[in-house]
Every structure is written in structure tokens, then in C-alpha cells.
């Protein structure tokens, strides 16, 4: 799987936007980018993912650029339960038994009230 | 649908005993994974299984470790003769196709003293 590129943390305020930024400049065409979090003393939970096309679903939205070569997580409104580490992941569907999910470090996000 | 389901959810164990970590995937769901948490440290990938077939176990330790899915009842994770390094939380996902995105379970948390 190709690499993906995190800060290691960021701080956010309550009920204000959070984008988490993610960097993949050695991705392919068929990679498809995913974010999983991971609350504390839970096991991680999908959060999204897409292929070019930016993609909104009730948890967040996800904004990739036009060369996809980095793509951002956005929170609308940070709340204290998404105070979690969250993975940018980089999965090739295509190759059937390769494609299972490579976690990296991720992004520690930290949420004051 | 109950999720992923783990069991037990904390497991303690002296050294050179076997522990058994269980996993009963969501249901309609054929593709199970595990992943081992040390303390402080990402999510590192162990095997991937479908019913009665490990498909890849690159991440497995070479030996003690073994991982099993039958036809029926859930897959199970077997660390025989446990050392305190083996102290870690093992997580269970499972995915419906091959391309689908992961449910992880909550996790077991094994001790070895």
C-alpha cells in the first residue's frame, strides 16, 4: 500500500470546524483513500473514503484534490466525542487478497470544550 | 445487528499458558482480520481469513501464534505459551466483500503476568 503523511496531533475548539489534513503524493489510480478513527479504548470505526470525487456522509466530508495527491478529513462541528486518533489510509481494491487496511500513526485530535 | 463481537473482552494470563481470543464477525460478513495494539503503539495488521482459508498471514508471528475461521462458530486468535510481550489489545474486523470497508469489534485486552 502506498504511504500516507500525518501530523502527528492537532487541537480543535468545540462546535467549530476541524480539517485534518493528509498527504499521499506516491498514490495510484485505483487507491482508494479511507479514514478510520479510533476512540480511546475502542476499536477503530470507518469513517469515510473515496476515489476523486469529494464525498459527504453524516459523520464528515472528505475533499480530495484534483492531482489526489493529499486529501482533507472535515469535521463541520467538532464535538468532545471526536477527541480520537484518525488514519488516512491508502487501499488498492483491486488486488483482492492485498487489500487489507495498513495503519500509520494517524492524527491524535484533541477537542476543547 | 449486534456489530462485531469479541470475547472475552479482557483476558489475563501467566506466562507459558495459552490464551484464546474469539471473534464472531457481523452477520452476512465472510472476510475476518485481526490486528494486535501494543501499549502506545498503531495498529499492526496479523491475518486475514475467510471461512476455513487464511488468505494472509504476513503478519503473524512465526510461532505461538495461529489463527483459525471454520465453517461454523467464530474465528478464533491462539498464542500458545504467552509472554508478557504478547501484553496487547487484539482487535477483530470483519468486511462483507473484499473491497468493503472494516467493523472492528471493541477488542481484547490481553495481560500476561
Known amino acids: 500500500d502506498a504511504k500516507t503523511t500525518q501530523p502527528n496531533s492537532m487541537e480543535s475548539n468545540e462546535e467549530e470546524p476541524v480539517h485534518l489534513p493528509c498527504n499521499h503524493s506516491t498514490i495510484s489510480g485505483t487507491d482508494y483513500i479511507h479514514w478510520y478513527r479510533q476512540l480511546p479504548s475502542q476499536g477503530p470505526e470507518y469513517v469515510i473514503h473515496g476515489l476523486t470525487s469529494n464525498v459527504n456522509n453524516r459523520m464528515a466530508s472528505l475533499a480530495i484534490a484534483e492531482d489526489r495527491k493529499s486529501s482533507t478529513l472535515i469535521l463541520h462541528r467538532a464535538t468532545l466525542r471526536d477527541a480520537a486518533v484518525y488514519y488516512c489510509?491508502?487501499?488498492?481494491?483491486?488486488?483482492?487478497?492485498?487489500?487489507?487496511?495498513?495503519f500509520g500513526k494517524g492524527i491524535t485530535l484533541s477537542v476543547r470544550p | 445487528n449486534a456489530g462485531v463481537m469479541q470475547n472475552p473482552r479482557h483476558l489475563v494470563r501467566r506466562r507459558g499458558q495459552e490464551a484464546r481470543l474469539r471473534c464472531s464477525p457481523m452477520?452476512?460478513?465472510?472476510?475476518v482480520y485481526w490486528y494486535r495494539q501494543l501499549p502506545e503503539e498503531g495498529l499492526k495488521f496479523m491475518v486475514y481469513l475467510q471461512k476455513e482459508n487464511i488468505i494472509d498471514e504476513s503478519g503473524m508471528p512465526k510461532e505461538r501464534f495461529s489463527a483459525e475461521f471454520p465453517k461454523e462458530g467464530p474465528s478464533i486468535l491462539r498464542i500458545q505459551q504467552v509472554v508478557r510481550g504478547d501484553s496487547a489489545a487484539y482487535f477483530c474486523?470483519?468486511?462483507?466483500?473484499?473491497?468493503?470497508?472494516?467493523?472492528f469489534g471493541s477488542g481484547t485486552r490481553l495481560t500476561v503476568v
Open positions: 489510509i491508502l487501499r488498492d481494491e483491486y488486488t483482492g487478497a492485498n487489500s487489507k487496511l495498513t
Open positions: 452477520k452476512g460478513h465472510s472476510h
Open positions: 474486523a470483519s468486511s462483507q466483500g473484499v473491497a468493503d470497508g472494516y467493523t
